[in-house]
């Protein structure tokens, strides 16, 4: 069993900053991709940004130059730093990770359960 906790989300506003971290726990043999994706209000959920487990990154293009994706491998989690917030950024923010799976080929996918980011004036 696997767990992904978000934690960092709250109020701020417009030009503000904030920082996600995303915690990996339980039975884990490696974690070879994690990523933030968000979802607002009466939309689909979208990617963010990813980063292997060697440090290579992609980003969505709107958060490019503001959004910063990172990660501690020894401590499995992920982190979303950001910068120049805008009211379009508000959304639930869902840490997600790919693991190798310990009893048979192939990957799981796990989810946390979100965290909210409201940037509002």
């Known amino acids: 069993q696997v767990q992904l906790v978000e934690s960092g989300g709250g109020l701020v506003q417009p030009g503000g900053s904030l920082r996600l971290s995303c915690a990996a726990s339980g039975s884990i043999l490696s974690i070879v991709t994690m990523g933030w994706y968000r979802q607002a209000p009466g939309k689909e959920r979208e990617l963010v940004a990813t980063?292997?487990?060697?440090?290579?990154?992609n980003y969505q293009d709107s958060v490019k130059g503001r959004f910063t994706i990172s990660r501690d491998n020894a401590k499995n989690t992920v982190y979303l730093q950001m910068s120049s917030l805008k009211p379009e950024d508000t959304a639930v923010y869902y840490c997600?990770?790919?693991?190798?799976?310990?009893?048979?080929?192939?990957?799981?996918?796990?989810w946390g359960k979100g965290t909210l980011v409201t940037v509002s004036s």
């Open positions: 980063v292997t487990r060697a440090g290579g990154t």
């Open positions: 997600n990770a790919e693991l190798v799976k310990r009893t048979s080929k192939g990957y799981d996918y796990y």
